[in-house]
């Protein structure tokens, strides 16, 4: 291996002229791909085609309609709907949210088909009609139909009258034509014609057309907020680091490079940018700095020692090349295992991350030594330590090993201990902060309304035209009752509730008949009656199957979060079982598709963490050439992860999606301190025959203020990741953060005094 390193320091260093020049090309040829980057704005983008919820809720949106949504919310600063003008404004915005494109539905108290008997003819109209011209008398009788309509009573309508909503469902077809930015254009517009004309009242806009165009904007805001501020975090670091300019300058070409190489070549291969793999250029610049430090500071260290420029590019090559090369294909291995993530956009953040890290390998070993090479580097000549610092933590850790460790161990233990508190949790809703105008109508219609996380049931009767079998119909209404008796179902939305006012209606509107009807034919004949007379576009398609022998069921919540839908989920199935276990079948929609998410990926990753460990511990071994340090590595290597997720127990409890990728992530980036520490440990022992105690000694020395200067970038790039406004991402950078900082705690107290315990003193 020394006559690679020699060989490659040479190389460099003689041929450094043709070396800059190919990279460069290299670099300008990947960035190229750049051009076909594309930003995915689909909220299914978490879920893999194999993900069987998924499969579940498409063959449910086969069966009925395959459909998004826009949710428009009205809340009158009155507090009361029942007013001419907002009766108004209501009756205005459903007329005008048919023209939304792609719209196929309009519902809302306007249009709501109210049925009536009149004489022995059956009536259905629109609940509203020419509001301005309603009478005091109108108003009021509305507004009791209203506050008793089981369809309409916390869905489009809160039990006080204060707050409506008008939900316009859309269409995907799928011929390719579906655009969500025109629909999100023309939602938006349409909101803000109606704060105009009726500024009495306050408007919210929701729905997951809106969620969808925020997974669209939520990376292109990251990218163009974090990613300057990571930037000159990093130029600041770099600059006190190095306290020169010329190296300034070629590290950050360095992480410039990889950067746009590996955005480039995931543009070649048409991989898209999400919410989680826009992150991979944050996390690129941040790692690709460490391997330029290194090499740069070894630099600076044999020219102050007086050691001409070239041998000092040699010599950095030589005694860094074997940990750079180890810490970048333990990085990669990391990201790299992400592939067994569920989750589609942690796989593009994996391979992504995992490219850039190798272009930093090859940039930072030969593009940025020959740069260096050509510049007038110099570096003034001292025999004093530049940081006595790391000088005193090695004094530090030698004399007091023994309280240092059983402190240590100590500290690990309580800290991990809090591991038992973590569940698991997610609010998709809540993925967003509230510098996105929909989370805060979520949040307002989650108060007032039926909220946004749904549960759909599919109850098949087993034969055609079963939905008419009072049985059926009278097991589907229990079911339904069984919901409404749930504290945290906020609307159950089921076709008994029409059928048993369409029987009141047949028998003279008398109260006593809201039941189902008894005979078969007769709720055939009900069911037909009705259909006949609805208005284009207001069907029971979203309800009923073609051959009418299935029928919807629609659970709505405010935001319980996927452990309260999961439970929900399962006593429902639990209640079919015992009731109707002919009808037994499992609740679908994306609030279960994001509540099994979680579980499913940090079972998967599991997988990918224990691969990963074995892999990166392979090669721990066969480098350092020594099973002891190799397997000694590990502790210092997967404890920060443990002690990360102990914290996060302790203030947090709660982990979701993006946690679950975290162990197998941060695996490869904490053995890049320790892999240089121990490299320099083990250079000591071996090729200048120090003792385990002068070995630490030596390792502080020459690596510590790499160490250091590679942390501090960590912590910043991730820590400014954490300020994301998408919770994901937030999450991923402070849980990385955490792990990191424990990390450098482990490698500069802990593993020295592992080191002194295990290692002889000759």
């Known amino acids: 291996m020394q006559q690679i390193e020699t060989w490659i320091g040479k190389t460099v260093v003689r041929y450094r002229w043709p070396l800059i020049v190919l990279f460069i090309t290299i670099a300008v040829l990947s960035a190229s791909g750049m051009r076909y980057l594309v930003f995915s704005n689909d909220s299914r983008m978490f879920f893999s085609k194999e993900n069987p919820q998924l499969q579940a809720l498409e063959a449910l949106e086969r069966t009925y309609t395959k459909v998004e949504n826009v949710l428009y919310i009205l809340a009158p600063k009155s507090e009361n709907i029942f007013e001419r003008d907002t009766l108004a404004a209501i009756e205005f915005l459903s007329n005008e949210a048919w023209k939304l494109p792609f719209s196929s539905r309009v519902d809302s108290i306007s249009n709501f088909q109210h049925t009536r008997a009149?004489?022995?003819?059956?009536?259905?109209?629109?609940?509203?009609?020419?509001?301005?011209?309603?009478?005091?008398?109108?108003?009021?009788?509305?507004?009791?139909?209203?506050?008793?309509?089981?369809m309409l009573l916390n869905s489009l309508i809160n039990i006080k009258g204060s707050v409506t909503a008008i939900n316009i469902n859309i269409i995907k077809p799928d011929d390719g034509s579906y655009d969500?930015?025109?629909?999100?254009?023309?939602?938006?517009?349409?909101?803000?014609?109606?704060?105009?004309?009726?500024?009495?009242?306050?408007?919210?806009?929701?729905?997951?057309?809106?969620?969808?165009?925020?997974?669209?904007?939520a990376p292109a805001k990251d990218m163009k907020m974090l990613i300057p501020v990571m930037f000159s975090l990093l130029l600041f670091l770099i600059v006190i680091s190095l306290r020169s300019f010329l190296a300034t300058a070629g590290t950050l070409l360095v992480i410039i490079f990889s950067t746009i190489t590996a955005l480039g070549i995931a543009g070649w291969m048409g991989i898209l940018l999400t919410p989680a793999s826009a992150n991979a250029p944050i996390i690129i610049l941040t790692l690709a700095v460490a391997d330029s430090i290194h090499i740069l500071v070894t630099i600076r260290h044999q020219m102050r020692k007086g050691a001409a420029k070239q041998a000092a590019i040699q010599e950095s090559i030589?005694?860094?090349?074997?940990?750079?090369?180890?810490?970048?294909?333990?990085?990669?291995?990391?990201?790299?295992?992400?592939?067994?993530?569920?989750?589609?956009?942690?796989?593009?953040?994996g391979n992504i991350v995992a490219m850039g890290v190798m272009a930093a390998l090859v940039y930072s070993v030969f593009f940025m030594p020959a740069f260096m090479a050509v510049l007038p580097l110099k570096i003034p000549q001292t025999k004093n330590?530049?940081?006595?610092?790391?000088?005193?933590?090695?004094?530090?850790?030698?004399?007091?090993?023994?309280?240092?460790f059983w402190t240590m161990l100590v500290t690990i233990l309580a800290t991990s201990s809090g591991i038992s508190r973590i569940y698991l949790n997610d609010e998709f809703i809540k993925y967003f902060d509230r510098s996105y105008p929909f989370r805060i109508a979520s949040d307002f219609s989650a108060k007032h309304l039926a909220g946004l996380e749904i549960i759909d049931w599919d109850l098949n009767s087993g034969e055609e035209g079963g939905i008419n079998n009072p049985e059926y119909l009278a097991k589907v209404d229990s079911f339904a009752q069984w919901f409404r008796e749930q504290p945290e179902v906020r609307h159950v939305y089921t076709i008994t509730d029409i059928m048993k006012r369409l029987n009141q209606n047949i028998h003279g509107d008398d109260p006593a008949w809201y039941t189902l009807p008894k005979q078969r034919d007769l709720a055939a004949q009900y069911l037909l009656l009705y259909e006949m007379n609805?208005?284009?576009?207001?069907?029971?398609?979203?309800?009923?199957?073609?051959?009418?022998?299935?029928?919807r069921i629609t659970i709505s919540t405010p935001n319980i979060g996927t452990a309260g839908v999961l439970d929900l989920e399962q006593r429902g199935r639990k209640w079919l079982l015992l009731n109707a276990p002919e009808m037994v079948t499992y609740g679908s929609g994306l609030s279960i598709i994001f509540s099994h998410i979680s579980e499913r990926n940090i079972r998967s990753m599991l997988k990918g963490s224990i691969i990963a460990l074995v892999l990166i511990s392979l090669i721990m071994i066969l480098a350092l050439r020594d099973m002891k340090l190799g397997i000694l590595s590990l502790v210092p290597n997967l404890t920060p992860a443990f002690m990360a997720f102990g914290v996060w127990g302790i203030f947090v409890g709660q982990v979701g999606l993006a946690v679950s990728v975290m162990i197998a992530m941060t695996l490869g980036i904490v053995v890049d301190d320790t892999v240089h520490f121990l490299s320099k440990y083990?250079?000591?022992?071996?090729?200048?025959?120090?003792?385990?105690e002068?070995?630490?000694?030596?390792?502080?020395?020459?690596?510590?203020?790499?160490?250091w200067v590679t942390t501090l970038a960590l912590v910043g790039g991730f820590g400014v990741l954490s300020f994301s406004g998408f919770q994901i991402n937030s999450h991923m950078?402070?849980?990385?953060?955490?792990?990191?900082?424990?990390?450098?705690?482990?490698?500069?107290?802990?593993?020295?005094?592992?080191?002194?315990k295990l290692e002889s003193n000759k």
């Open 733 to 756: 950078g402070a849980m990385t953060t955490v792990t990191i900082i424990f990390a450098i705690i482990l490698d500069f107290f802990f593993l020295p005094t592992l080191l002194l």
């Open 118 to 150: 009149f004489e022995d003819d059956l009536m259905v109209t629109d609940l509203i009609s020419n509001a301005q011209s309603l009478t005091k008398e109108q108003i009021a009788e509305i507004q009791a139909i209203a506050l008793n309509q089981p």
């Open 318 to 349: 030589r005694v860094n090349l074997q940990p750079i090369l180890i810490t970048s294909i333990s990085t990669a291995i990391g990201f790299l295992t992400m592939n067994f993530s569920d989750a589609p956009p942690f796989r593009d953040l």
């Open 682 to 692: 083990q250079r000591a022992r071996r090729e200048h025959g120090m003792n385990a």
């Open 180 to 217: 969500l930015e025109k629909i999100n254009t023309a939602a938006l517009e349409l909101n803000k014609q109606m704060k105009g004309k009726y500024p009495a009242l306050d408007i919210y806009l929701t729905g997951g057309v809106m969620i969808d165009a925020a997974f669209g904007a």
């Open 385 to 404: 330590e530049e940081h006595q610092i790391f000088s005193a933590i090695a004094e530090l850790v030698i004399k007091r090993r023994n309280i240092i």
């Open 694 to 707: 002068d070995s630490i000694r030596y390792a502080f020395k020459t690596v510590g203020t790499a160490i």
């Open 534 to 551: 609805l208005p284009f576009g207001l069907d029971l398609n979203d309800r009923i199957n073609v051959d009418k022998s299935s029928t």
